[in-house]
């Protein structure tokens, strides 16, 4: 069983900082991409930001400049550092892994969510 288990969400003003966590834990041979999502009540979730094992990244135009992703590859951990945020990033922030177990096969896996909330 492989588990992903997200930290650091919370309530801040607009323009502060909030530094997401997310630990696998489990029965890991490899860890593929790692990702975040958010989700907002009523709305597809969307891809926020990915990073792949050997450290290429990708995120969403409307986070870019402001959100970082990056991963601890011996602590199975991928953060997403958020700066400068805005009440449009208000959202459930998942966090998504593809992880390989010892025959090669590749699973899909997400966290439980954690909830940002950026208000005055």
């Known amino acids: 069983q492989v588990q992903l288990v997200e930290s650091g969400g919370g309530l801040v003003q607009p323009g502060g900082s909030l530094r997401l966590s997310c630990a696998a834990s489990?029965?890991?041979?490899?860890?593929?991409?790692m990702a975040w999502y958010r989700q907002v009540t009523g709305k597809q979730r969307e891809l926020v930001a990915a990073i792949t094992s050997g450290g290429s990244t990708n995120c969403a135009d409307s986070v870019k400049g402001r959100f970082t992703i990056s991963r601890d590859n011996a602590k199975n951990t991928v953060y997403l550092q958020m700066n400068s945020l805005k009440p449009e990033d208000t959202a459930v922030y998942y966090c998504?892994?593809?992880?390989?177990?010892?025959?090669?096969?590749?699973?899909?896996?997400w966290g439980q969510g954690t909830q940002v909330t950026v208000s005055s």
């Open positions: 998504h892994a593809v992880i390989g177990n010892e025959v090669g096969r590749l699973y899909a896996y």
């Open positions: 489990g029965s890991i041979f490899s860890i593929d991409t």
